[in-house]
């Protein structure tokens, strides 16, 4: 039996994610349904389509993840399914899958029409739940929308790279809950612009020379534990969804402080990689 | 199998909603339990009587809803287990209750009796679970307490009208995770006052004189994109709860602002509708 | 089946809770999973302690909990797993399971080394749900971890008492959703130094002399509601958890304050009790 994630903005407080899941439960009473987030910003694409690629790889082949984010029906806002990487993806053709789309090419995308005379501003239960109920019982793609073969972008997803490669100007794209400011630079990117250099990372003033592969890796603990003053200090890490972090040990906003309250980082401010000549 | 679901005021970090769900799987591992909302404001039933409403018709029939809101056993607060609608209901006899039971007469209510020696303060845990299990195996209602006919009433549900009924005076009764601001005049209510006549819908100082089926129906998409100002900027739907609601166009209380703060309009606060002449 | 519980500071809104769901569901696509709390704050293995100690026992034997607070494996913090009163614990030696330990005797301790290579820092997706599923399957801890027989303390968790047993000096260990102050002291230690002697307990400059069993024993239901002024007003309960609780009647932060708000009260802050001569 499939699972069916939910990555929405509904917030944890109101009656849409319930709601979504009771319509679920009508139609299959025996699928599994997983909440992902529906704690994203309203109406932010950027933020749904970092939390969605960095989750859905860890689901088994064959789940369906819808996502309501800016989901409503429109004249410029149409419904899409894709199937890419063995997953199937429902939401709005509105930037949010491609993130992913820009690694992964999609094996398969529809405009779904099967709803188009259904007036709803919940469009997450009035058509989402089925087509995730359709594809969950092993319809096709093609029963529910006409293919198409491009979807809307996203725009600053993508880094910039001067043109003789001495510098990548990245952007914040995210930032975690615990604070940390996670960069639109991915290691591979990154790998093949540095081709071995040294380098320097900078974020307003802050300057950084390494990139660590995991938090503690900054910590020397050969010096007594009393005498180390680590927490609350900046790194710079590539995370567990290899994107390039500006972190802070141990980072708290409400105590220690983090990446963004200490630093003053917030979406969409630049981040820089120099590239020092051998 | 039967559905749990639960509504509480738990918040999102104690351990209450999670003890509950062990609780529950300890007696019945094979049930399915939905968290419908932890995040209810503490001991605030008209925002529960809200969600609840909204939430349950999404469920199958013979789903057994539990309500964790101000729901200590004392001398005035007795505890209930409602059947209504073919769904069931366990909470405090506090009002909660009464939104739903204005529109759809129960079938039964009891007052549960099965606990009267319990002392404790945690009586989701003691008691709901105990009665929700109870239900689910398939027992009745009148096994755990004595049939009453009446609950008690929740305050300022419903609207005012004026005796010529050229004005209806509401109230906001929620507003949601996007800013938006639910008032307590339902679609069917509106209608049976208004009889086709023109209105004039008043929020403080703000005048809408249109009430929108969907939020993008508010936008004018022929003109081009790049030309139109609709973000942030007020309307009023019939939500999907059927509730009219004040919203703003792709509103975030954290951005571009929402009804609640670019109107500062707040719960309790009056919402009114005039009815023109013809 | 057994239950995987997950205890976390990941938050509400980022992918780590959703695709450490899913990575378990990959490895055992029926087994249940249960959030128990994701808003711990960061790093803040009390909190933890408290809220895994107040959670488990509602859960049935056998139930496998992963804890994921402050768990980067590094040289002064290793990965461990429990066995305690027929539950399971999984998480960093960073003191999170000295709480429970301090009253239960784990039948069970080893330090995991399966993944001594493993370079992460997602350390709950990479190694603990591993474990959890090998558990989860019927495997005994010897085959993951050598056999400790201690692990670290957690610091302030016990009340301090003086020596001729007139005062316990406790602190604030936890703040609850309520804005209620739970304290660390706990009713069979406080009623071993009580013996029957009345006594007196001040937090800041507030003095209660009555533990009630449950919030409303707090009320006199013998006077009229409207003459009755109870809601926001301070008392100590022992709360559901059996901890000394300094409360608000009807709590609510924001609206008529909480004992956290109205008494100033924050995590670390003294709370003790003048045991009174006969």
Redesign the interface.
């Known amino acids: ?1 499939a ?1 069916i ?1 939910l ?1 929405t ?15 679920i ?2 139609e299959m ?1 025996e699928i ?1 349904i ?11 694409t950027s933020e749904a389509a ?3 690629q ?7 082949k064959g ?1 369906i993840h819808v996502i309501g984010i ?1 989901s ?6 149409k419904h899409i399914a894709l199937k890419l990487d063995d997953h199937y993806f429902i939401c709005a053709n509105n930037g949010i899958m491609s993130m992913i789309c820009s690694e992964i090419v999609p094996e398969k995308i529809v405009e779904i029409n099967i709803h188009d005379k259904i ?4 469009p997450v ?1 009035d058509v989402f739940v089925k087509v995730a109920c359709h594809i969950a019982r092993g319809g096709t793609l093609e029963v529910i929308g006409k293919t198409i073969t491009q979807i809307k972008p996203i725009k600053n997803i993508v880094p910039y790279v001067n043109e003789d490669k001495s510098q990548i100007i990245g952007s914040v794209l995210y930032i ?3 604070g940390n400011v996670v960069t639109n630079i991915k290691k591979s990117f990154f790998e093949a612009i540095q081709k071995g250099r040294s380098f320097e990372i900078s974020a307003r003033s802050y300057k950084f020379k390494t990139i660590y ?4 890796d900054f ?1 020397n ?1 050969e010096i007594p ?1 009393d005498k180390r003053h680590d927490e609350g200090r900046g790194l710079v ?1 590539f ?3 290899s994107f390039l972090e500006i972190a802070v040990y ?6 220690v402080g983090s990446a963004s309250t200490l630093m003053g980082l917030n979406l969409m401010d630049t981040v820089s990689i120099n590239f020092l000549k051998d």
């Open positions: 039996m699972i994630t990555t903005d509904f917030g944890e407080k109101d009656h849409f994610a319930g709601a979504t899941k009771g319509a439960y009508s009473p599994r997983v909440d992902i987030s529906h704690s994203i910003s309203p109406f932010n970092y939390i969605i960095n989750a859905y790889r860890s689901f088994p789940t800016d409503e029906l429109n004249a410029e806002n007036q709803t501003s919940f239960l975690d809950n615990y592969k995991k938090y503690s910590v603990f534990e890490v995370n567990s969804g141990k980072s708290n906003s409400a105590t």
